[in-house]
Every structure is written in structure tokens, then in C-alpha cells.
């Protein structure tokens, strides 16, 4: 007899039981946010990538003739200037009252500056400015903007860096083409785990992930060796694409946003590169895609390391004289 009543004891427990499981289930999936609550968040909030790439690059021309650079002590009076390049090469030379700060640490030191004038990120190149000044954005310094071509273009003794990255490697390669661009696949999107369903932390949380993950790049010579190697987006007008070429296989991808869903293109278990003119606005493009959960990098110097003479002929953009500012020294 206390056999049965135990038996029928362990089965008036199993819907208890049962229950109990499927609430704590489904208490950690919703604990869980995912790429769909991040991308109605950033289209609802306006931070489509198209949207953050708007304005984003300044020149380092004088006030005079309508820039940012005071001749009387070459400073940037009107940014808060964020130089993220070692201490090593912020001491031998740097902007005239700018800050020197990590890559990794460019929110969490932003968010101690007044608000009463924008942040400009100075980087070597004006590329990895690029991830910085993403990362701004889309924390709430919509104003923040890249130094374009970096500290090579403010004075000689820093535009080596460029002057030795462009060239024309892929004249004459087998593998830069001038073919029509295939069609696009589509895939899902990406997974990943979060700790958070609210839409502002978990977009915080997945911009300190890619922070955190630093430059994701590849040469421009690597590239080209083997394209196959990788998903390759050319990121600029189709126009272009045919009339200068580009890497064997690679898709033509003029705009790349959540609203249009072009992030459909993207295959989220393959790394992809993408590529540009500069090397520049791909730095922001890759930063936004990583922090979507994509596996992207950037071609160091874009097509300026490719075919820097016919973009140079056709007024493209591409890395010319530097100017000659005076910089400071020391910490």
C-alpha cells in the first residue's frame, strides 16, 4: 500500500514538476536579448548604418578658409580632439591640447568631456578612427567625427605611414577584374547571447564587445592573393565597381542597411571583408557589422594600396600632400 501512494504521490508531482521547468525556460530565453530586438531598436532610433554615416570625416583645413585648425597655436579650438595612437607615438607628436586615449576606452572617456563642443578621433590613418568614432555614435555623440587620413595629413613627419600604403598592386593581377557583379545570396541573421532584453544595454553591451575585439583588418596585399578566401563586399557605387575594377568575386554592395535588410547579404558563419576607397568609411561599416554579430574586416588603405593612380587621375579619394602644422610633444 505505501508503495502506491508513493507511486501516485510521483505522479500528481510530474505537472508541478513539468511546469516549473517550462517557466525557468522561458525565464532565460526572455532574459536573453537577440539581433531582432537590436536591429528594431537601432532603425527606431535612427542609427541605421546609412543614417550614422552622415558626416562623419573632416579635413584638417585652416579656420580661414572654413576648417577647424587655429593658425594662432594650431589647435582645434571647436573639437574635443581623442588621439587614440600609442603613448609612445602621442609623446613624439600629437595635436596641440589633444587627449590620448585607447581605442577600447573612447566611450568611457567621452562621457567625462563637457557637451558643449563636438569629439573629433585622430588616429594614424583616419581607419581605426573609424571604429572609435562608431562607437561614439552610436553611444549618443552623434556629432563625433574622424580626422580624415589621420595624423599623416598634418604634418610630414607623420605621413609615412600612408605615402608607403598606396600603390597599384592589383594592375595586372588575375584576381582584380572588371566582370559583372554577381548575384547576391541571402542568409539568416546572426546569433549570439546577451545578459540583457533591454534594448539600450544590449546595444551598449555588444558596442564594449566589439570595442574590446580592436581593428579587424587584412592588407591589401593578402587580399588579393587569395579573395576566394574570404565573402568580399565592394562598398561603393556600381559605376566604380566595373569602371576600376575590383577583387575577383566580389559583390557590389553601394548601401548596407537594417530597414532595406541589405544585411541579408552577409553570410554571419563566413568572414567577410569590405572594402572601400580609402580604407576609411569601410573602418565604420565593419565596426557597425561586427557590432551586429557579422565576422567582417576592412582592407588596410582600401583601394588606395590597389590602384592609386587611376583613383588619384579620376579626382578620387586619395591620400595627397600633407600639410605642414606645427604639432607638440611630451604627454
Not at 248 to 261: C, M, R, V, W, Y
Amino acid at each position: 500500500m505505501t508503495k502506491i501512494i508513493r507511486y501516485f504521490f510521483f505522479l500528481a508531482l510530474i505537472p508541478t514538476i513539468y511546469l516549473a521547468s517550462c517557466t525557468k525556460d522561458n525565464t532565460d530565453t526572455a532574459a536573453t536579448g537577440n539581433f531582432t530586438v537590436l536591429k528594431n531598436y537601432l532603425v527606431s532610433q535612427n542609427m541605421d548604418l546609412d543614417t550614422v554615416l552622415k558626416n562623419w570625416i573632416v579635413d584638417a583645413k585652416i579656420i580661414q578658409a572654413g576648417g577647424i585648425v587655429d593658425t594662432n597655436d594650431y589647435s582645434i579650438p571647436s573639437r574635443h580632439v581623442l588621439d587614440i595612437r600609442s603613448a609612445a607615438d602621442f609623446t613624439a607628436g600629437h595635436i596641440r591640447n589633444a587627449i590620448n586615449v585607447p581605442l577600447a576606452n573612447v566611450v568611457t572617456l567621452a562621457r567625462t568631456l563637457s557637451t558643449d563642443k563636438p569629439i573629433l578621433v585622430v588616429c594614424y590613418t583616419g581607419q581605426v578612427a573609424g571604429q572609435a568614432v562608431m562607437a561614439l555614435r552610436l553611444s549618443g555623440f552623434k556629432t563625433a567625427q574622424v580626422l580624415k587620413w589621420g595624423m599623416a595629413t598634418w604634418n610630414p613627419q607623420f605621413s609615412a605611414v600612408w605615402e608607403n600604403g598606396h600603390g597599384n598592386i592589383a594592375v595586372g593581377s588575375p584576381n582584380w577584374v572588371t566582370t559583372p557583379a554577381p548575384t547576391f545570396n541571402s542568409y539568416g541573421y546572426p546569433t549570439w547571447t546577451s545578459t540583457t532584453t533591454d534594448p539600450a544595454a544590449l546595444l551598449e553591451e555588444r558596442i564594449n564587445a566589439t570595442l574590446a575585439g580592436g581593428l579587424k583588418i587584412v592588407t591589401a596585399a593578402d587580399a588579393l592573393a587569395n579573395p576566394a578566401a574570404w565573402d568580399v563586399m565592394n562598398y561603393w557605387g556600381a559605376a566604380d565597381y566595373t569602371a576600376f575594377g575590383h577583387f575577383s568575386g566580389a559583390f557590389q554592395q553601394e548601401f548596407i542597411t537594417l530597414h532595406n535588410d541589405e544585411v541579408k547579404h552577409f553570410n554571419p558563419s563566413k568572414e567577410t571583408l569590405v572594402y572601400c576607397y580609402t580604407g576609411q568609411t569601410s573602418s565604420m561599416a565593419t565596426f557597425y557589422l561586427n557590432m551586429l554579430g557579422y565576422n567582417t574586416k576592412g582592407v588596410k588603405f582600401g583601394v588606395n594600396a590597389l590602384k592609386y593612380d587611376e583613383l588619384k587621375a579620376a579626382n578620387k579619394s586619395v591620400f595627397k600632400t600633407p600639410s605642414n602644422y606645427p604639432f607638440v610633444t611630451g604627454k
